[in-house]
């Protein structure tokens, strides 16, 4: 069913188009990067409530941040299936004998791998200013983590985009759909402080758990268990894979 | 890595299918596909014979592509039945689009890898193996004469080059069978050309049946073995071009002749070679096979006569003259009100 070959070939053509767009990994890059500086050094030192004991907002942010980037790039991983659409290389790979399974999960190897990059540089940004991490097993932890957060997010992104024509929804989705699910994670903020019916969405965001999930890998201080957080990642991942895959073979693609 | 399917479904072996599976590499019974509240094929039947070139010929929006795409398994079908390269397109996705290589109207190629990426996507998607990719690969380039741009990306390959990239492409495999829709759409004269004699080289040399969409008549009548007009959905005729323009009666020579050629007339109604003969303000037209041959002896009959003819004019029948005598509008009219039609539907669909 699942065709190695096939993944590989997809997520190298991934690959090859993302550093070869040096723009795409530095756009990509900003955004991010402005929100842990600005954020970091603009609340560095104030009060906040919900915050643990001992934790100052830097080593809140970064998890927070990191985890930002993965929803965005993620996302966009699953939606670019439209811009492949709109300048017809689609076609071609749909027209190919191969399982469609195969072809979704070449998408999403891909989409996993520059994300990941992405984290990492952030990450690495991080560390020179000053966030420290615990050892070699938390950054274990982390990566597992950011791979769950970027499949779920890949095979939402794929969902929309079966549900697109074209890419001039984007927009859209954006603000209403990647905005709502970074501000509900409790990303830059505990999420506790949100009135009460909002912290309800908050619990049925996937990136929640995954926010909270770098948190507790990378600085040993986490709402959930990790167990939790990895348990409930792993399912919604699974969930959106699959889902995704489900609407990218019912739609058409020409 | 192809076998035959022994047993043919019952719907196909009804009489109206003439060719058996042995002969055929396309077989399509009352197809049909609706996009919401609209027809674009409207239960078409067909066949292709193995070897052969087969054109659809048609204007903008009469379904040719949606045609092709069903039959390459990009589209599903509404109704009907359809088998290519033995196998039903609904049922057996997998092994047609094995046995098939596909050209598509606009440019599907990653613009942001080079040519050689771009076919060695191809050949990995198709299961071709290291040794016999690289071999293939430098083949087609050859081929294709790209091979002094096989390393440059291909966003600044010509529009030409594109183009003879993705024949190329659709080879690597080597198919049964290869899609072409429009292949020489915004290309120019002489691309074209080559791009026509490429075609043919292919099906005579390496015995590839095509099946090609297009719009230009004189594409149509260059290029295919049968011609299938299409119009609104629907096959108004098939038949190979010859036969087609035969249907009209062969060349008209229009003469410009002087006041009273009735005794002109009189000869020429007395020759067998001549079909009809129409005569309305000063002109005579006469319709007849091989005209250019047959243009002096008209004169040596007039002089005879001493019936002077002040000018003289030969028109050989064009598909563009079969299109009309069977839709009673040219291509261009008919383009032009399809895309009317088309605005309304965007229209509409903008407006949801």
Known sequence: MINIKVVYILWLREMKRFFRAKSRVIGTLGMPLFFLAFLGFGFRGMPIPGLAEGVGYIEFLVPGIIGMSMLFSSMFAGISVLWDREFGFLKEIMVAPVSRVSIVIGRIAGGIMTSLFQAILILSISILMGFKITGISSLLWAVVFLILISATFIGLGLIFASRMRDIHGFSLIMNFIIFPLFFLSGAVFPFDNLPGWVRGLSYIDPLTYGVDGLRGALIGISSFPLIYNFTILVISSVAMVLLGTYFFEKSEYV | ?352
């Open chain 2, 1 to 352: 890595m192809f076998y035959f399917r022994c047993v043919i479904g019952n719907q196909l072996s009804a009489a109206n299918i003439e060719c058996d599976l042995l002969m055929c590499i396309i077989k399509v019974k009352n197809l049909s596909r609706h996009f919401d509240g609209f027809v674009a094929v409207d239960n078409i039947s067909f066949t292709v014979k193995k070897g052969e070139i087969f054109g659809l010929l048609g204007p903008n929006g009469a379904g040719k592509t949606t045609t092709i795409n069903m039959l390459s398994t990009l589209l599903k079908i509404t109704s009907g039945h359809a088998e290519v390269a033995g196998f039903d397109i609904s049922k057996n996705k997998d092994n047609v689009r094995r046995n098939i290589g596909m050209v598509f109207q606009e440019p599907a190629l990653d613009n942001k890898l080079t040519g050689r990426e771009n076919l060695d996507f191809h050949a990995m998607m198709y299961g071709i193996d290291t040794v016999t990719r690289k071999a293939r690969i430098r083949e087609i380039f050859d081929l294709v004469e790209l091979t002094d741009k096989a390393d440059v990306l291909v966003e600044n390959y010509s529009g030409g080059m594109k183009r003879r990239l993705e024949i190329g492409r659709g080879l690597i495999h080597r198919p049964r069978l290869l899609f072409l829709d429009e292949p020489t759409l915004g290309l120019d004269a002489q691309t074209r050309r080559h791009i026509w004699e490429y075609i043919k080289k292919l099906n005579k040399e390496n015995g590839i049946s095509i099946i090609l969409t297009t719009h230009y008549m004189e594409e149509a009548d260059y290029l295919c073995d049968r011609v299938a007009i299409i119009d609104h959905g629907k096959i108004v005729v098939m038949d190979s071009p010859k036969k087609l323009k035969d249907i009209l009666g062969g060349d008209v020579v229009s003469l410009e002749t002087d006041e009273n050629p009735e005794k002109f007339i009189s000869l020429l109604k007395e020759l067998e070679w001549i079909k009809t003969i129409k005569k309305h303000d000063g002109f005579l037209d006469l319709t007849m096979d091989n005209g250019e041959k047959k243009i002096p002896e008209l004169f040596n009959i007039a002089q005879s006569v001493r019936t002077k003819i002040s000018s003289i004019s030969l028109h050989k029948p064009s598909l563009e003259d079969v299109f009309l005598h069977f839709t009673g509008k040219t291509i261009l009219e008919q383009e032009a009100s399809q895309g009317e039609k088309n605005k309304k539907l965007m229209m509409r669909r903008m407006g949801r």
